[in-house]
């Protein structure tokens, strides 16, 4: 199994740009998240998804959107670049066997370090 | 409100030596979970702790849990410079029925040859 893969590595874009990032995970979990972590911070939730179809904001999800038409797959768009959202992004997915349940350890992606200039 | 505590936030330490991080949290849980962060890298589980009184142990790290205190505990036994990384605890929680799964601060602990 690969596990949790990210694309891309790295990325800098310029103000007012758009992209995806991109997450698959080949472990069959149902639920998924996207984090951001900035320098010598913690991680912040900005959207989690229990399965295909079913997405929910988390913490800090003002300018970013998701969509979850697969359980592999939870790409994370970025629509207005802003130099605020200079950070490293992480993707994880877990499983829980009850719809809605309690989450359970999370599998993490390597990240996508992003830069706005 | 969730919240999810550590501390101490920074550690130096020297190899050797012995050493304990606490892990505090606002709500009540039954599972809580350690992950390590190495620079630059992602994160990776460490511990999965489910009922009071859990503990588990790997090498020189062992993590408990106290379920009433909401307390887990990550000692570290005669620490060895690859140790050195940032260390996060994680809680499962719930808000108005829904579950929230909250990272604390983390601990950046740095190991002194």
């Known amino acids: 199994n690969a596990g949790v893969t990210q694309t891309p590595k790295f990325r800098i874009l310029k103000i007012g740009q758009s992209m995806t990032l991109q997450c698959t995970q080949d472990?069959?979990?149902?639920?998924m998240y996207w984090y951001r972590q900035d320098p010598g911070m913690g991680l912040k939730l900005i959207y989690y998804?229990?399965?295909?179809?079913?997405?929910d904001k988390g913490e800090v999800p003002n300018g970013y959107n998701v969509s979850r038409s697969t359980t592999e797959d939870f790409p994370l768009r970025l629509e207005l670049a802003a130099p605020s959202q200079t950070s490293v992004y992480f993707c994880?997915?877990?499983?829980?066997?009850?719809?809605?349940?309690?989450?359970?350890?999370?599998?993490f992606g390597p990240g996508t370090r992003l830069t706005v200039l | 409100e969730l919240k999810v505590e550590q501390n101490p936030l920074f550690l130096s330490m020297q190899e050797g030596k012995n050493y304990t991080i606490y892990c505090n949290y606002s709500?009540?849980?039954?599972?809580l979970y350690w992950y390590r962060q190495d620079p630059g890298k992602s994160l990776e589980s460490l511990f999965v702790?489910?009922?009071?009184?859990a503990v588990k142990q790997e090498g020189r790290l062992m993590a408990s849990l106290d379920t009433k205190a909401r307390l887990s505990t990550l000692h570290i036994t005669a620490a060895v410079h690859d140790l050195s990384a940032t260390y996060f605890c994680?809680?499962?929680?719930?808000?108005?029925?829904?579950?929230?799964?909250?990272f604390g601060t983390g601990t950046r602990l740095k190991v002194l040859a």
């Open positions: 709500t009540t849980s039954d599972r």
């Open positions: 998804s229990v399965g295909a179809g079913i997405t």
């Open positions: 994680a809680v499962v929680g719930t808000t108005s029925g829904t579950y929230k799964y909250i």
């Open positions: 994880a997915s877990s499983f829980t066997r009850l719809a809605g349940g309690p989450h359970n350890e999370q599998f």
């Open positions: 472990m069959n979990h149902n639920y």
């Open positions: 702790l489910l009922s009071n009184g």
